[in-house]
């Protein structure tokens, strides 16, 4: 009897330590991923930004980050929540989904024709269409945004825009064109660069 009972107790002192063990274990992985997460979200994406006025043109190069804070997927699994916050899951994404993004943007000299501010934040929503492997080759998307950017020359406060992209590599890389509906800042190109 005394023998059962020190096997026993060995055993749930055993099963306890190793439940103990994986939840720190988890925690860490959790605390790891999450932080992982945050410094490759510091990888700027590289883009052109058109400046210009009625007697002259130049094109600036800028710095942007692209942060989805929401994605509703078309395609999420039926036994999980097709809306996903921040970390956004590359194949539900690329794989048909409607998100909202921001934009912080800085370009690099000043915008000496049109006046507007080195600095500037767009934000707007976009489709993400699949277009090959359900996405995880190639896909596209297609959006409207607004760029909040101020100008010292006329007062105004920012700009509309069109955007279409393509994405390669489970969405982590890609093109983005804009053609912003202002007549000083026609367009921007930008290499698209997102780690999810």
């Given at each position: 009897?005394?023998?059962?009972?020190?096997?026993?107790?060995?055993?749930?002192?055993?099963?306890?330590?190793?439940?103990?063990?994986?939840?720190?274990?988890?925690?860490?992985?959790?605390?790891?991923?999450?932080?992982?997460?945050?410094?490759?979200?510091?990888?700027?994406?590289?883009?052109?930004?058109?400046?210009?006025?009625?007697?002259?043109?130049?094109?600036?190069?800028?710095?942007?980050?692209?942060?989805?804070?929401?994605?509703?997927?078309?395609?999420?699994?039926?036994?999980?929540?097709?809306?996903?916050?921040?970390?956004?899951?590359?194949?539900?994404?690329?794989?048909?989904?409607?998100?909202?993004?921001?934009?912080?943007?800085?370009?690099?000299?000043?915008?000496?024709?049109?006046?507007?501010?080195?600095?500037?934040?767009?934000?707007?929503?976009?489709?993400?269409?699949?277009?090959?492997?359900?996405?995880?080759?190639?896909?596209?998307?297609?959006?409207?945004?607004?760029?909040?950017?101020?100008?010292?020359?006329?007062?105004?406060?920012?700009?509309?825009?069109?955007?279409?992209?393509?994405?390669?590599?489970g969405g982590?890389m890609g093109?983005?064109?804009?053609?912003?509906?202002?007549?000083n800042n026609?367009?921007?190109?930008?290499?698209?660069?997102?780690?999810?």
């Amino acid at each position: 009897m005394l023998k059962r009972v020190l096997v026993s107790t060995i055993l749930v002192v055993l099963v306890i330590t190793n439940s103990s063990a994986q939840d720190t274990n988890f925690t860490h992985r959790k605390t790891s991923k999450y932080l992982t997460w945050s410094l490759l979200q510091l990888i700027p994406s590289p883009t052109l930004v058109s400046d210009a006025n009625n007697d002259n043109a130049r094109v600036q190069f800028g710095l942007k980050w692209q942060i989805i804070p929401v994605n509703f997927s078309f395609r999420a699994n039926k036994f999980v929540s097709p809306v996903q916050f921040f970390v956004i899951n590359p194949v539900r994404r690329v794989a048909g989904s409607a998100e909202l993004f921001v934009q912080p943007e800085v370009v690099t000299s000043g915008f000496k024709y049109s006046g507007f501010n080195n600095f500037a934040v767009s934000t707007g929503g976009r489709f993400i269409i699949p277009i090959q492997e359900l996405g995880e080759n190639i896909s596209a998307s297609v959006g409207a945004k607004y760029t909040f950017r101020k100008n010292d020359l006329t007062g105004e406060d920012g700009y509309s825009g069109i955007e279409a992209g393509v994405y390669f590599f489970g969405g982590m890389m890609g093109f983005q064109f804009v053609k912003n509906l202002h007549e000083n800042n026609k367009f921007s190109v930008s290499i698209y660069l997102k780690y999810f």
